[in-house]
């Protein structure tokens, strides 16, 4: 199986900031990544599809890059909303979907 | 606008068997792969299988291989999951999410249903 590690597993940062998640997967899977923004409770939020695309609804300050096996997602002026849990997940043709661990975006 | 219900929380003893529904609303039913993912309290989520109700094949994780069914019905645009010799460690919020595109196995997720609660408790 492809494994999914995030960095960092937590962050904590101040509305406004910029900040930057990291994925990195054991061996390539194309462009073939997903973000996930989950909260307490609540089903996952596709929020970034194939790397870099952006979901339709979904502020713009969110954004994704990489390819193969490392992958970051941004986003460019935190939020209140933001303080969440981002996962993100591979799904490549090989299977199975795999997620990463989880990064735990705190309020400093 | 396409939306995912599914059934309610359920408690099961370890050992027997538990049966989640995911009932579609709004759009193309049967050429979407719908797929199921848990979540342990806690923890992060896992991949459990897919399956396109036109096809009617699934694919499951080996993990969950000869344990999990996962069916389909047209007629009620209803998908369903059924997990078999439960324990404890099945403790966990089980979802159904569907596939961005048509007739794809391996896609994005970008419609999920609200969490069914599963509990394995004697």
């Known amino acids: 199986d492809i494994q999914m590690t995030q960095s960092p597993s937590t962050l904590s940062a101040s509305v406004g900031d910029r900040v930057t998640i990291t994925c990195r997967a054991s061996?390539?899977?194309?462009?073939?990544l997903a973000w996930f923004q989950q909260k307490p409770g609540k089903a996952p939020k596709l929020l970034i599809y194939?790397?870099?695309s952006l979901e339709s609804g979904v502020p713009s300050r969110f954004s994704g890059s990489g390819s193969g096996t490392e992958f970051t997602l941004t986003i460019s002026s935190l939020q209140p909303d933001d303080f969440a849990t981002y996962y993100c997940?591979?799904?490549?043709?090989?299977?199975?979907?795999?997620f990463g661990q989880g990064t735990k975006l705190e309020i400093k | 606008q396409v939306q995912l219900v599914q059934s309610g929380a359920e408690v099961r003893k370890p050992g027997s068997s538990v049966k989640v529904s995911c009932k579609a609303s709004?759009?193309?039913?049967?050429?979407?792969?719908i797929n199921w993912v848990r979540q342990a309290p806690g923890q992060g989520l896992e991949w459990m299988g897919g399956?396109?109700?036109?096809?009617?094949?699934?694919i499951y994780a080996q993990k969950f291989k000869g344990r999990v069914t996962m069916t389909t019905d047209e007629s009620t645009t209803t998908a369903s999951m059924e997990l078999s010799s439960l324990t404890s460690e099945d403790t966990a919020v089980y979802s159904c999410?569907?596939?961005?595109?048509?007739?794809?196995?391996?896609?994005?997720?970008?419609?999920w249903g609200q969490g069914t609660m599963v509990t394995v408790s004697s």
């Open positions: 997940q591979q799904y490549n043709t090989y299977f199975p979907y795999t």
């Open positions: 194939k790397a870099s």
């Open positions: 399956i396109i109700p036109i096809s009617g094949t699934a």
């Open positions: 709004g759009g193309t039913f049967s050429t979407y792969a």
């Open positions: 999410a569907r596939a961005m595109r048509e007739l794809a196995y391996s896609d994005a997720l970008d419609i």
């Open positions: 061996q390539s899977v194309s462009s073939w």
